[in-house]
């Protein structure tokens, strides 16, 4: 298994670039199945989760092209000849966002057999919300051997049911809940009302993808939306919108190895929430235009608390990087985690590296300053890694960073763009480790 070495201490200074949204690009590529027109899309992220979800489409009879064009990276997909509308298990064990096939499944051919989400390092992740929306706009479901088996009608597999509209109101906020639900609706009979929607950016992304497609949905983005289904849906070409988590990410970077960084490609006002608690640390932000955001060292970094939320609140996706950034700011900071029950596996390894944190139940409390110790750490989910990775920016001496394939599911090129403004991050390959061996987070 792949490893990074990182010696800390460099102020990471320069223009970092921001990739496209892997949160954004699951659920968009999902949508393809809706119709049997290409749809293209721009600025996907190469990153391990969109190759699994490449192979899972493909494996259902979908055509996927890849072509890398000079200014952004572009993917085709065909779905007209969907031979197979089943989600097997030795494709999907690897990555959660396998649940985004089960809507558009149903809606398209009437019938999906989708296998079941393991439990995951930060969660349960139970899908109990889809199910329950789906069923009430018609879908039959059962669960046999680690398998959904829905159907609606008589299920053919030719699009022989169809859903029908309904009034769904989620009992708690589900981001890629309310985005399956979603693609379920646009090709349903009559109109969909959902309440309680999730407000993320990325649904806001999918939602623009179907329009494009020709499908009516009213208030993406906001807590209620309306949709009136239609009968087919046709091709579109749709640029995916950069990464706020990336972008997240890079910010807290440039703020604990006190430099000057300019994140390049992303959308600031996606990052409200991490932009005034990093001011409220301490941290020098400035937005530069529409496009990008400078971060540099202003002094000492002071303590703040955060409380994570579904947006527009704090992301509990930069939760684990914002511990790091704690460890380095003077007073005692409180990390409140509301949304997944078991998302502080970074702690023990921060710890390891010479930080004072305490957990209880849902509260982690972080009190600093701290000098952080090279140790050698294990990365047990996606962020949790970028945390670490954070923590070794900073850290006195080299670090040794284990299973860093968590990483490379949702960072593109992570230690090249660390690279390129200062870093000291080296990848070790350990090409005999067998992939089984990965266990699933994020
Ligand atoms: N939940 C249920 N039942 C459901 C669905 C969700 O109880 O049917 C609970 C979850 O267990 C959790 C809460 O509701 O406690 C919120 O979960 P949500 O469904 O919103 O999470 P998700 O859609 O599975 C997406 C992102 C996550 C991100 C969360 C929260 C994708 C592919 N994944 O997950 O991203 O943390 O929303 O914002 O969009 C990551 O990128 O590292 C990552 C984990």
Redesign the pocket.
Known sequence: MDKFVIRGGNPLSGVIRVSGA??SA?PCMAAALLTEDEVTLENIPKVRDIETERRLLQSMGAEVALREGEAQDQTTISCRRLSDPVARYEIVKTM??SSLVLGPLIARMGVARVAMPGGCA?????????IKALEKMGAAIAQEHGYLEARVGTGTGNGAGRLHGAHLVFD??????TEDLLMAAVLAEGETLMENC?R?P?VVDLAALLTAMGAKIEGAGTATMRVEGVTSLHGARYRINPDR?EAGTFLIAGAITGGDLTVADCNPAHLGAVIAKLREAGVQVDALGEDAVRVHAAGRLVAADISTE?YPGF???MQAQYMALATQAEGVSLVREN???NRFMHVQELVRMGANIKVEGSMATVRGPTRLSAAAVMCSD??ASASLVLGALVAEGESIIDRVYHMDR?YEHFEEKLLGVGAQIQRMGNVFAPREAETVA?
Request: aromatic fraction near 2%.
């Open positions: 892997k949160n699951l959660r966002a930060i969660g349960g992740r139970p899908i109990d919300l889809h708690r906020i589900t981001v890629t809940g999730a993320e990325e988590i579904e992301p509990t996706d949304i997944f029950e996606l962020r949702g994020g």
